[in-house]
């Protein structure tokens, strides 16, 4: 079955200081998907970063970075140098063929960053 | 390109009473989801269409809740009667056809019950 564990509930940082939120996702598939996505106050999800999971690369953009490691089945988001914009409820989320035969998105519980100034 | 509209953004009603969601998905978007996201939790997916056939609502609460997508491009859901539990925000996708990886989300509706 398709799981996404997000064990950080709420983290608080000052501003420019670095944050790594944590993913840990179990699937039995062999081909499926990684995603952050990041819910502001204002309630929309902005979709961040997809991975697959025959792409192990690490991946950097602008302050943003993700670690994806198949061996501990984890895909942690790093923020370096955090602003007070980047408040918000990150999500992770799995996609997977399940038992559909259609990919089916799985998010975890989210983590809460605040970055107080 | 115009993104997922959803309406209302907001609702309040009283337990037992029933509420209607309304979206309309990106053009030309085959596939359309709706998600529950209780307070403080990761949206759980309720109904996934592909046009206007349903793929997977085995999360749907079937007694009480249902949805549909006529002519394969918008879509409701409905809920009725609505129990306090249902208090929520519901969010709709779309995905383009042989792109599920590539959901576009909705602002969602926020739905208080009584």
């Known amino acids: 079955a398709q799981k996404v564990t997000q064990a950080q509930t709420e983290i608080s940082v000052v501003e420019k200081e670095d944050v790594t939120l944590d993913c840990v996702y179990e699937?039995?598939?062999?081909?499926?998907?990684l995603f952050w996505y990041k819910q502001p106050p204002s309630g929309e999800l902005v979709f961040l970063i997809r991975?697959?999971?025959?792409?192990?690369q690490n991946e950097i953009s602008g302050r943003y970075s993700w670690n994806f490691q198949k061996s501990t089945s984890s895909f942690n988001f790093t923020i370096t140098a955090s602003q007070v914009v980047d408040s918000a409820v990150y999500f992770c989320?799995?996609?997977?063929?399940?038992?559909?035969?259609?990919?089916?998105?799985?998010f975890g519980t989210g983590t809460r960053l605040l970055v107080s100034p | 390109e115009a993104g997922v509209a959803q309406s209302p953004r907001y609702k309040i009603i009283e337990k037992r009473q029933s509420v209607a969601f309304w979206c309309n998905p990106i053009?030309?978007?085959?596939?359309l989801y709706w998600y529950q996201q209780i307070l403080g939790q990761g949206p759980k997916l309720l109904i996934q269409?592909?046009?206007?056939?349903?793929?997977?609502d085995s999360q749907l609460p079937k007694d009480r809740f249902s949805a549909e997508r006529l002519k394969g491009v918008d879509s409701t859901l409905k809920i009725q009667p609505a129990k306090l539990e249902d208090s929520a925000v519901y969010l709709c996708?779309?995905?383009?056809?042989?792109?599920?990886?590539?959901?576009?989300f909705g602002p969602g509706t926020r739905l208080t019950v009584l």
């Open positions: 996708a779309s995905s383009p056809k042989d792109r599920y990886n590539e959901q576009f």
């Open positions: 699937t039995r598939d062999t081909t499926y998907y």
């Open positions: 991975r697959n999971s025959f792409d192990e």
């Open positions: 989320a799995l996609s997977d063929l399940g038992d559909t035969g259609f990919q089916k998105l799985v």
């Open positions: 053009s030309g978007h085959a596939t």
């Open positions: 269409f592909q046009n206007n056939g349903v793929v997977d």
